[in-house]
């Protein structure tokens, strides 16, 4: 541990490098990292982050509707209760605030960050037992440890669409919305039906002359329990704190009862799905358009959503829900596999993100030269989703098998954060400079994992977002969020080996 405060960067050289802990990423996860090796004691740490603030994908996506389907007591830190909340499910501004705010508090101020800094390499030197990052600005910084608060949520996805560069009008993606474009009274083609675009569809489906809703496969919606947080809630949560946190608990363990549907017995979801089918004949009365966004699939096997103003958006006279396969785009229009040309004036893509690449734009090289993107080419694969065998001293924050469906990924980046510190501790107590994965333990602990993944309702047969190139799902926790929290407790006794000096010496 020192009390150097992060230099300006410059090569680097031998042992010691120019900081201890080097974070990239300002979000829920490289925050949370910040703060906790801060309250640990552990003050040498830099954060680089390649946007000009801090708040990650609740900086970047700001389209309209854009919010949160987790309880806003919840979608929190538990060491930062808000009890200022406004809505049960908080907004993307509120979050963003939120995380702004907290930031703040904790003096994660601009010593401690440098913004507009996006890093490109990181190489592990096995002399030095460190990692070499380097910046797009070609800075190089030396870090005895690196933990990437990426997110797996950051590179959009555009469908390569035969014709699409012929487009002559605008087309954007919904993490990169373009609020220069007016879209009132055009004729707009939105491509997707998930997370992001059940939220802006109702906001923009009332002001556009006509909406073509280009959908590959319905989503489960469910009912949106939001209300506005009531001035006596408030008043209550603020003169006694712990009522703030007896209502975090409950919610966490509201969410976490839904796991033992996904992860346990798929069965017990049919009442859920019920609620969603009678959510469908209320608010859509024509039953040839019901028929067409009812989802064929178990609950659960791809994100079940919720909302109350999707499904009525739908029905609107100027929504078209289109089924064909969008074939071709041309100056100014679409057209679909029927053979049906659609004139629009502007494309919006809600088609998700690149989820199987979670080290972009970032490679990483390991002890043996090799990039992780590489090395992940079929597939990431990680130990604890934290660690990855080969890459000594590189942590990840949701990395493989890490998220969660049902609950609240704060909870996952605070285990997993809170297992990071037990490492460093544990590396310390050891006199070691470097720890990395035993390989037998990060295979042991997949083919566990992926077994215990044959039980839950994501292989259950739809086809999701969560699959590798083999099949394999690397993306989710197959199990209960307290199961993960419990496991990462404490550092497994045969998965990880400290070397003294180098990886070198090993
Ligand atoms: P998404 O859930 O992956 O949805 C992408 C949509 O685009 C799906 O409907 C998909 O169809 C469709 N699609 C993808 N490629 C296509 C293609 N080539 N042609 C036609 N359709 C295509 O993406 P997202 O809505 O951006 O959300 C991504 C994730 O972000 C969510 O799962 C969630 O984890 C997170 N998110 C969370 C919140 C929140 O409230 N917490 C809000 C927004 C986003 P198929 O279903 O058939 O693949």
Redesign the pocket.
Known sequence: MSDRTPPDAQPASGFPPDVDVLIIGSGFAGLCMAIQLRKAGREDFLILEKGPDVGGTWRVNTYPGC????PSHLYSYSFEPNPGWSRMYPTQPEIWQYLKDVAQRNDITPGRIRFNTEVREAVFDRAAGMWRVRTAGGDEIAARVVVSGMGG?SRP?I?DLPGLARFQGPTFH?AEWDHSVDLNGTRVAV???????I?FVPQIAPRVAQLHL????P?WVLPKLDRPIRPWEHRLFRALPGTMRLFRAWLYWRQEAVAIGYTVHPKLLRPIEQWGRRHLERTIPDPELRRRVTPDYTMGC??TLLSNEYLPALARPNVEVVTDR?TEVREHSVVTADGREREVDAILF????QTMDMTSPVRFVGVDGVSLDERWKEGPQGYYGVAVTGYPNLFFIIGPNSRVANNSIVFMIEAQVGHILRLLDHMDARGARVLEVEPEAQSAYNDALQERMQRTVFVSGC???YRDARGRNPVLWPAFATGYWLKSRRVPSHGYRTLEGTAAES
């Open positions: 919010a949160c389907d987790i949520l996805k469908p919904s491509i997707g039906t998930g997370a992001s675009a939220q280009f959908q590959r496969s989503p791809k994100r969008l809600a088609t998700g993100f086809d999701n977002w």
